[in-house]
Structure formats: C-alpha cells, structure tokens
C-alpha cells in the first residue's frame, strides 16, 4: 500500500505561481511513475503531468511550458512547479502513484486562480 499526501494549494492570482508537493509513505520502494491530475468544477479529471522512475516526463498541452514536474527519490516526493497560472488551471490537483499494476491516488489540494 502507498499513502500520498498532497500540500501546496492555495488561492493565487492570474499570473502567479504555486508549487505543490506529494509525500509518498508506505510500501513505496516499488514505485514507478508519479503524476498529477487535476478536475475542475463541472469536468472530466484529466492528467496534468507524469514522471517515471528514471525521470522521463510528460504534460498535458495545455500546461507545456508552464508547468514542471519534478521527483526527489530519496525524499519520496513529487513535485509541481506551476506558473504563469491561468484561471482556468482552477481545480483540485490529485497525486498519483503507479506500484506494480495499481494506482494509488492522493486527496487532493484546491488550487483556485482567479483573474
């Protein structure tokens, strides 16, 4: 079992910048990938960002170039650096952990932007 914590969230302005983190405890020595999710009010949750074990990242279009997601091994923590924030980034971001064949999912922490 993987237990994920997720911290960082918070009101900021358009333009702003947050960064969020997900402190992985439990059975975490088999962890591949992390990642973030994020579901706005009324949507579909949709993947924000993913980095495997090696570091090897991914983003959503929507985010390249804003967002950067980062991983500390020995810290067993996830990071998302997101700027130049966007009201429509509003949502509750989700950390995610791949182990073996299961997805473990955090929470979630409120990130509102507003214009």
């Known amino acids: 079992q993987v237990q994920l914590v997720e911290s960082g969230g918070g009101l900021v302005q358009a333009g702003g910048s947050l960064r969020l983190s997900c402190s992985a405890s439990g059975t975490i020595f088999s962890i591949n990938a992390m990642g973030w999710y994020r579901q706005a009010p009324g949507k579909q949750r949709e993947l924000v960002a993913a980095?495997?074990?090696?570091?090897?990242?991914n983003y959503a279009d929507s985010v390249k170039g804003r967002f950067t997601i980062s991983r500390d091994n020995a810290k067993n923590t996830v990071y998302l650096q997101m700027n130049s924030l966007k009201p429509e980034d509003t949502g509750v971001y989700y950390c995610?952990?791949?182990?073996?064949?299961?997805?473990?999912w955090g929470k979630g922490t409120l990130v509102t932007v507003s214009s």
């Open positions: 980095i495997t074990s090696d570091s090897s990242t």
């Open positions: 995610t952990a791949d182990w073996r064949t299961i997805r473990f």
